[in-house]
């Protein structure tokens, strides 16, 4: 079936130093989107992504949507320490309605 | 505006016995659906509802059951637990059952199955 995987699975920085997470899918994706879960706390959605290299900007944050819709990337410039959590990739696949496919997620750990 | 409500926050079951987890999603979306996070891992789908009908169903097997009330409540059913069925459950909804649709998740239940 369907897989999403994300690397790395965990990453500390230091305050101020930039930090990427990456997305791949086993198949095409017609949409991805990212939520951000906080220590002890639920996912809430953070941006969604349609088109064939698509690329948004968040403050801090950018996302890119890869050429072949079968991967993405969130890169935040110059961490703090309020985006410590975890950070989850979701993709639908054609014809999956309403199912989030997500990925093991990323956790970040900030040090000040 | 109310967020997505879920009940009980936290709850302690032993194997064999059953379970039932609530949601209220927010007023305006029709479509609610069923997550389980396993401690370290990104949740994994369960179910779908829209309009009360069920429009997806995720890798679980059949103890695992949910309905769509009129009002767009639902409730996950979980019969005879098993210890590895201890784990966040997350409820979320959405305006349209596209998967295209952003979520909006609950806080969640915390399930501890002894």
């Known amino acids: 079936g369907q897989q999403v995987m994300q690397i790395p699975q965990y990453q500390h920085v230091q305050e101020g130093e930039d930090f990427t997470t990456y997305c791949n899918s086993s198949t095409t994706l017609s949409n991805i989107q990212w939520y951000k879960q906080r220590p002890g706390g639920h996912p809430v959605f953070l941006i969604q992504l349609v088109k064939s290299g698509e690329v948004k900007k968040q403050k801090r944050l950018t996302f890119q949507f890869g050429e072949a819709k079968k991967n993405s990337s969130l890169h935040i410039t110059a961490t703090q320490t309020t985006d410590v959590g975890t950070y989850f990739c979701a993709g639908t696949g054609s014809g999956n309605t309403g199912k989030l496919i997500f990925g093991q997620g990323t956790t970040l750990q900030v040090k000040p | 505006d109310a967020g997505v409500t879920q009940s009980p926050t936290h709850l302690i079951k032993t194997r064999g016995q059953h379970v039932t987890l609530r949601c209220s999603p927010i007023?305006?979306?029709?479509?609610v659906s069923w997550y389980q996070q396993v401690l370290g891992q990104g949740p994994q789908f369960i179910f779908q509802?829209?309009?009360?009908?069920?429009?997806g169903r995720g890798n679980f097997p059949d103890r695992f059951s949910a309905r769509q009330f009129p009002n767009y409540s639902s409730e996950l059913n979980v019969n005879a637990l098993l210890l590895g069925d201890s784990a966040l459950y997350l409820c979320?909804?959405?305006?349209?059952?596209?998967?295209?649709?952003?979520?909006?998740f609950g806080a969640g239940s915390r399930l501890t199955v002894l």
């Open positions: 509802y829209y309009e009360k009908e069920e429009r």
């Open positions: 979320a909804s959405s305006f349209r059952d596209s998967g295209a649709n952003v979520l909006t």
């Open positions: 007023s305006g979306h029709k479509s």
